[in-house]
Protein backbone atom coordinates (compact mmCIF):
# COMPACT_ATOMS: atom_id res chain seq x y z
CA UNK A 1 0.00 0.00 0.00
CA UNK A 2 1.24 3.38 -1.06
CA UNK A 3 0.75 5.87 2.04
CA UNK A 4 1.57 8.99 3.58
CA UNK A 5 2.75 10.47 6.62
CA UNK A 6 0.58 13.71 8.26
CA UNK A 7 1.71 15.14 11.45
CA UNK A 8 3.22 18.57 12.06
CA UNK A 9 5.76 16.96 15.32
CA UNK A 10 9.03 15.51 13.56
CA UNK A 11 9.52 13.19 15.80
CA UNK A 12 6.05 11.28 15.12
CA UNK A 13 7.28 11.51 11.67
CA UNK A 14 10.26 9.87 12.08
CA UNK A 15 8.63 7.21 14.46
CA UNK A 16 5.63 6.32 12.15
CA UNK A 17 8.44 5.99 9.02
CA UNK A 18 10.23 4.10 11.03
CA UNK A 19 7.48 1.52 11.89
CA UNK A 20 6.51 1.42 7.99
CA UNK A 21 9.82 0.35 7.24
CA UNK A 22 9.25 -2.62 8.95
CA UNK A 23 6.39 -3.98 7.04
CA UNK A 24 7.28 -5.22 4.01
CA UNK A 25 3.71 -4.25 1.87
CA UNK A 26 3.77 -0.22 3.12
CA UNK A 27 5.76 2.00 0.42
CA UNK A 28 5.86 5.61 2.05
CA UNK A 29 5.39 8.09 -0.62
CA UNK A 30 5.69 11.71 1.21
CA UNK A 31 5.64 13.06 4.90
CA UNK A 32 3.41 16.28 4.94
CA UNK A 33 4.42 18.43 8.59
CA UNK A 34 0.79 20.23 7.49
CA UNK A 35 -2.38 19.21 5.79
CA UNK A 36 -2.78 21.86 3.26
CA UNK A 37 0.69 20.79 1.65
CA UNK A 38 -0.80 17.22 1.62
CA UNK A 39 -4.24 18.32 0.57
CA UNK A 40 -1.94 19.76 -2.52
CA UNK A 41 -0.29 16.42 -3.14
CA UNK A 42 -3.55 14.60 -2.82
CA UNK A 43 -4.63 16.10 -5.57
CA UNK A 44 -2.04 15.09 -8.16
CA UNK A 45 -1.33 11.73 -6.24
CA UNK A 46 -2.95 8.69 -5.55
CA UNK A 47 -2.46 6.64 -2.08
CA UNK A 48 -4.35 3.76 -0.60
CA UNK A 49 -3.17 4.93 3.13
CA UNK A 50 -2.82 8.08 5.61
CA UNK A 51 -0.91 8.48 8.57
CA UNK A 52 -3.03 11.42 10.19
CA UNK A 53 -2.68 12.62 13.12
CA UNK A 54 -5.61 14.59 14.82
CA UNK A 55 -4.18 17.48 16.69
CA UNK A 56 -2.49 20.05 14.31
CA UNK A 57 -2.53 23.78 14.54
CA UNK A 58 -5.04 25.24 12.60
CA UNK A 59 -5.93 22.81 10.61
CA UNK A 60 -7.01 19.19 12.37
CA UNK A 61 -6.98 15.55 11.69
CA UNK A 62 -10.51 15.78 11.18
CA UNK A 63 -10.91 19.09 9.23
CA UNK A 64 -8.84 17.55 6.85
CA UNK A 65 -10.76 14.47 6.25
CA UNK A 66 -13.50 16.83 5.34
CA UNK A 67 -11.68 18.18 2.50
CA UNK A 68 -11.28 15.20 0.82
CA UNK A 69 -13.82 14.02 -1.64
CA UNK A 70 -13.10 10.85 -1.70
CA UNK A 71 -10.54 9.87 0.76
CA UNK A 72 -8.00 7.02 1.30
CA UNK A 73 -7.94 4.75 4.15
CA UNK A 74 -7.04 6.73 6.86
CA UNK A 75 -5.24 5.31 10.20
CA UNK A 76 -5.25 8.43 13.08
CA UNK A 77 -2.32 8.58 14.86
CA UNK A 78 -2.86 10.98 18.40
CA UNK A 79 -2.19 11.65 21.85
CA UNK A 80 -5.31 10.78 23.39
CA UNK A 81 -7.68 8.29 23.08
CA UNK A 82 -10.79 10.76 23.77
CA UNK A 83 -11.41 11.39 19.95
CA UNK A 84 -12.54 7.40 19.36
CA UNK A 85 -15.84 7.57 19.27
CA UNK A 86 -15.91 11.08 16.59
CA UNK A 87 -13.80 8.61 14.64
CA UNK A 88 -16.31 6.11 13.88
CA UNK A 89 -18.28 9.26 12.28
CA UNK A 90 -15.72 8.91 9.17
CA UNK A 91 -16.00 5.99 7.20
CA UNK A 92 -12.42 6.12 5.85
CA UNK A 93 -11.36 5.61 9.05
CA UNK A 94 -10.26 2.25 9.43
CA UNK A 95 -8.11 2.29 13.21
CA UNK A 96 -6.72 4.44 15.64
CA UNK A 97 -3.77 4.71 17.17
CA UNK A 98 -2.78 5.99 20.14
CA UNK A 99 0.81 7.39 20.76
CA UNK A 100 3.62 6.10 21.61
CA UNK A 101 2.94 3.48 18.61
CA UNK A 102 4.37 -0.17 19.72
CA UNK A 103 5.09 -2.27 16.60
CA UNK A 104 2.66 -5.06 17.51
CA UNK A 105 -0.42 -2.70 17.21
CA UNK A 106 0.56 -0.99 14.43
CA UNK A 107 0.75 -4.26 12.74
CA UNK A 108 -2.84 -5.08 13.52
CA UNK A 109 -4.22 -1.87 12.31
CA UNK A 110 -2.29 -2.57 8.65
CA UNK A 111 -3.90 -5.98 8.73
CA UNK A 112 -7.13 -3.97 9.71
CA UNK A 113 -6.48 -1.30 6.45
CA UNK A 114 -5.84 -4.33 4.08
CA UNK A 115 -8.79 -6.06 4.89
CA UNK A 116 -11.42 -3.54 5.39
CA UNK A 117 -13.80 -2.70 3.07
CA UNK A 118 -15.53 1.02 2.62
CA UNK A 119 -18.86 -0.75 3.47
CA UNK A 120 -18.22 -2.49 6.61
CA UNK A 121 -16.74 1.26 8.18
CA UNK A 122 -20.09 2.72 6.83
CA UNK A 123 -22.06 0.63 8.96
CA UNK A 124 -20.20 1.47 11.78
CA UNK A 125 -20.94 5.66 11.12
CA UNK A 126 -24.56 4.32 10.73
CA UNK A 127 -24.60 3.05 14.82
CA UNK A 128 -23.32 6.14 16.02
CA UNK A 129 -25.60 8.22 14.43
CA UNK A 130 -28.40 5.82 16.01
CA UNK A 131 -26.88 6.02 19.20
CA UNK A 132 -26.88 9.87 18.96
CA UNK A 133 -30.86 9.86 18.43
CA UNK A 134 -32.41 13.34 19.45
CA UNK A 135 -29.72 14.70 21.96
CA UNK A 136 -26.38 15.58 20.88
CA UNK A 137 -22.97 13.57 22.88
CA UNK A 138 -20.49 15.39 22.87
CA UNK A 139 -16.70 13.55 24.37
CA UNK A 140 -14.90 15.24 27.12
CA UNK A 141 -12.17 13.67 29.16
CA UNK A 142 -13.26 10.23 28.20
CA UNK A 143 -16.99 10.71 28.61
CA UNK A 144 -19.55 11.04 26.72
CA UNK A 145 -22.02 13.96 27.77
CA UNK A 146 -25.43 13.80 27.09
CA UNK A 147 -26.80 17.48 25.54
CA UNK A 148 -30.31 18.52 25.81
CA UNK A 149 -30.18 20.33 21.97
CA UNK A 150 -32.90 22.93 22.56
CA UNK A 151 -30.67 23.84 25.83
CA UNK A 152 -27.92 24.72 23.41
CA UNK A 153 -28.13 28.82 23.22
CA UNK A 154 -24.81 29.42 21.40
CA UNK A 155 -21.85 27.76 20.09
CA UNK A 156 -18.24 29.62 19.46
CA UNK A 157 -15.31 28.57 17.75
CA UNK A 158 -11.84 29.17 19.61
CA UNK A 159 -9.57 27.66 17.05
CA UNK A 160 -9.34 23.84 17.22
CA UNK A 161 -12.40 23.61 19.92
CA UNK A 162 -15.74 24.85 20.76
CA UNK A 163 -17.05 25.93 23.52
CA UNK A 164 -20.78 24.65 23.57
CA UNK A 165 -22.99 26.68 25.87
CA UNK A 166 -26.20 26.19 27.34
CA UNK A 167 -28.99 27.15 30.03
CA UNK A 168 -27.25 25.79 32.96
CA UNK A 169 -23.41 24.68 32.19
CA UNK A 170 -20.60 25.10 29.20
CA UNK A 171 -18.64 22.99 27.14
CA UNK A 172 -15.35 22.98 25.41
CA UNK A 173 -15.23 20.53 23.02
CA UNK A 174 -12.39 19.43 20.56
CA UNK A 175 -14.52 19.96 17.78
CA UNK A 176 -15.24 22.36 14.62
CA UNK A 177 -18.50 24.70 13.93
CA UNK A 178 -19.23 22.82 10.69
CA UNK A 179 -19.68 18.92 12.43
CA UNK A 180 -21.87 20.58 15.18
CA UNK A 181 -23.31 22.70 12.70
CA UNK A 182 -24.51 19.63 10.64
CA UNK A 183 -25.65 17.85 13.88
CA UNK A 184 -28.24 20.62 15.00
CA UNK A 185 -31.54 20.73 13.51
CA UNK A 186 -31.60 23.81 10.98
CA UNK A 187 -35.24 25.10 12.14
CA UNK A 188 -33.52 26.22 15.74
CA UNK A 189 -29.69 26.44 14.67
CA UNK A 190 -28.25 29.10 12.24
CA UNK A 191 -24.69 30.34 12.02
CA UNK A 192 -24.83 34.02 11.67
CA UNK A 193 -20.86 34.36 12.01
CA UNK A 194 -17.97 32.37 10.69
CA UNK A 195 -17.67 31.97 14.60
CA UNK A 196 -21.07 31.49 15.58
CA UNK A 197 -23.93 29.04 15.93
CA UNK A 198 -27.06 30.26 17.40
CA UNK A 199 -30.54 28.82 18.91
CA UNK A 200 -32.61 31.76 17.15
CA UNK A 201 -35.36 30.78 20.15
CA UNK A 202 -33.03 32.39 22.82
CA UNK A 203 -32.33 35.59 21.07
CA UNK A 204 -33.09 38.98 23.81
CA UNK A 205 -32.63 41.59 20.90
CA UNK A 206 -30.89 42.37 17.70
CA UNK A 207 -29.04 45.77 17.36
CA UNK A 208 -27.40 47.03 14.06
CA UNK A 209 -24.51 43.69 13.47
CA UNK A 210 -25.11 41.81 16.92
CA UNK A 211 -27.61 39.64 18.35
CA UNK A 212 -27.76 39.83 22.06
CA UNK A 213 -28.45 36.04 23.02
CA UNK A 214 -28.67 34.93 27.07
CA UNK A 215 -25.85 38.13 28.25
CA UNK A 216 -23.84 37.05 25.46
CA UNK A 217 -22.93 40.03 22.28
CA UNK A 218 -22.71 38.02 19.11
CA UNK A 219 -21.63 39.40 16.18
CA UNK A 220 -23.53 39.00 13.11
CA UNK A 221 -21.61 38.83 9.98
CA UNK A 222 -23.04 40.79 6.77
CA UNK A 223 -23.68 37.91 4.36
CA UNK A 224 -25.58 35.88 6.95
CA UNK A 225 -27.93 39.06 8.03
CA UNK A 226 -30.23 38.82 5.58
CA UNK A 227 -30.91 34.42 6.38
CA UNK A 228 -31.63 35.61 9.92
CA UNK A 229 -33.55 37.97 9.05
CA UNK A 230 -35.84 36.05 7.19
CA UNK A 231 -36.50 33.81 10.26
CA UNK A 232 -37.63 36.56 12.55
CA UNK A 233 -41.52 37.01 12.71
CA UNK A 234 -41.04 40.43 12.04
CA UNK A 235 -44.32 42.78 13.05
CA UNK B 1 11.04 11.03 40.48
CA UNK B 2 10.93 8.41 37.40
CA UNK B 3 13.86 8.99 35.07
CA UNK B 4 13.75 8.54 31.47
CA UNK B 5 14.89 6.03 29.48
CA UNK B 6 15.17 4.55 25.98
CA UNK B 7 13.34 1.63 25.86
CA UNK B 8 10.50 2.22 23.65
CA UNK B 9 13.58 4.01 21.28
CA UNK B 10 15.48 0.43 21.14
CA UNK B 11 11.89 -1.31 20.73
CA UNK B 12 11.36 0.43 17.83
CA UNK B 13 14.25 0.94 16.45
CA UNK B 14 15.06 -3.38 16.46
CA UNK B 15 18.59 -2.98 16.49
CA UNK B 16 19.03 0.32 13.71
CA UNK B 17 21.43 1.88 15.87
CA UNK B 18 21.16 4.80 12.76
CA UNK B 19 17.59 5.45 13.55
CA UNK B 20 18.19 5.16 16.93
CA UNK B 21 20.47 8.40 16.29
CA UNK B 22 18.68 10.08 14.47
CA UNK B 23 15.12 10.06 16.27
CA UNK B 24 17.25 11.31 19.75
CA UNK B 25 18.48 14.08 17.75
CA UNK B 26 15.06 15.04 16.30
CA UNK B 27 14.19 14.91 19.82
CA UNK B 28 17.27 16.91 20.90
CA UNK B 29 15.99 19.43 18.84
CA UNK B 30 12.54 19.70 18.55
CA UNK B 31 12.01 19.36 22.40
CA UNK B 32 13.62 23.09 23.77
CA UNK B 33 11.50 24.55 20.87
CA UNK B 34 8.52 23.16 21.91
CA UNK B 35 9.24 23.80 25.73
CA UNK B 36 10.15 27.55 25.03
CA UNK B 37 6.77 27.80 23.43
CA UNK B 38 4.71 26.26 26.10
CA UNK B 39 6.55 28.70 28.64
CA UNK B 40 5.80 31.71 26.60
CA UNK B 41 1.75 31.03 25.96
CA UNK B 42 1.60 29.94 29.80
CA UNK B 43 3.44 33.66 30.54
CA UNK B 44 0.50 34.89 27.89
CA UNK B 45 -2.26 32.98 29.75
CA UNK B 46 -3.07 31.61 26.54
CA UNK B 47 -4.41 28.86 28.00
CA UNK B 48 -5.83 26.73 25.22
CA UNK B 49 -2.43 27.21 23.14
CA UNK B 50 -0.68 26.21 26.23
CA UNK B 51 -3.21 22.94 26.49
CA UNK B 52 -1.89 22.34 22.94
CA UNK B 53 1.78 22.39 23.72
CA UNK B 54 1.27 20.09 26.60
CA UNK B 55 -0.15 17.88 24.40
CA UNK B 56 2.94 17.60 22.29
CA UNK B 57 5.34 17.57 25.27
CA UNK B 58 3.15 14.82 26.15
CA UNK B 59 4.27 12.61 23.16
CA UNK B 60 7.66 12.92 24.04
CA UNK B 61 7.34 12.48 27.84
CA UNK B 62 5.68 8.91 26.56
CA UNK B 63 8.54 8.00 24.66
CA UNK B 64 11.27 8.60 27.07
CA UNK B 65 9.27 5.83 28.79
CA UNK B 66 7.98 8.57 31.98
CA UNK B 67 4.78 6.58 32.69
CA UNK B 68 3.44 8.55 35.86
CA UNK B 69 4.75 11.74 34.05
CA UNK B 70 2.58 11.12 31.18
CA UNK B 71 -0.48 10.64 33.73
CA UNK B 72 0.56 14.62 35.01
CA UNK B 73 0.82 16.06 31.74
CA UNK B 74 -2.63 14.68 30.64
CA UNK B 75 -4.54 16.12 33.82
CA UNK B 76 -2.07 19.57 33.00
CA UNK B 77 -3.38 19.43 29.96
CA UNK B 78 -6.80 19.18 30.48
CA UNK B 79 -6.39 21.61 33.60
CA UNK B 80 -5.62 23.88 31.78
CA UNK B 81 -7.97 24.34 28.88
CA UNK B 82 -10.11 25.22 32.32
CA UNK B 83 -7.37 27.83 33.45
CA UNK B 84 -6.03 25.58 36.35
CA UNK B 85 -2.31 25.59 36.51
CA UNK B 86 -2.16 24.15 39.90
CA UNK B 87 0.03 21.25 38.17
CA UNK B 88 2.59 23.76 36.53
CA UNK B 89 5.12 22.99 39.21
CA UNK B 90 5.32 19.52 38.64
CA UNK B 91 4.99 19.00 34.92
CA UNK B 92 7.87 21.93 34.83
CA UNK B 93 10.10 19.72 37.08
CA UNK B 94 9.40 17.02 34.53
CA UNK B 95 10.69 19.05 31.40
CA UNK B 96 13.90 19.47 34.08
CA UNK B 97 14.21 16.09 34.28
CA UNK B 98 14.31 15.60 30.14
CA UNK B 99 16.00 18.94 29.64
CA UNK B 100 19.38 17.18 32.28
CA UNK B 101 18.68 13.79 30.36
CA UNK B 102 19.00 15.28 26.72
CA UNK B 103 22.21 16.83 27.72
CA UNK B 104 23.10 13.62 28.41
CA UNK B 105 22.79 11.71 25.00
Do not use: W
Not at chain 1, 131 to 147: A, F, Q, V
Amino acid sequence: MNCIIIDDETTARVIINQLCSQIESLNVLAEFSNAMEAIKYLNQNEVDLIFLDIHMPDFTGFDFIQTLKNPPKIILTTSDSKFAIEAFEYDCIVDYLVKPILLPRFEKAIIKAENTSAKATVNASDEVETISGNDLYINIDRRLIKIDIPSIYLIEAKGDYINVKTEDKNYTVHSTLKKIEDKLPDSIFLKIHRSYIINVQKIIDIEDNSVLIKKDVVPVSRSNRPELMKRLNLL
Amino acid sequence: MEQPNQSYIKSLSAGNIEFEKKLIAVIKSEFPVEKETYLENLAAKKYIETAENVHKLKHKISILGLEKSYGVAAQYENDLREENTALKGNFETILQTITDYLITL
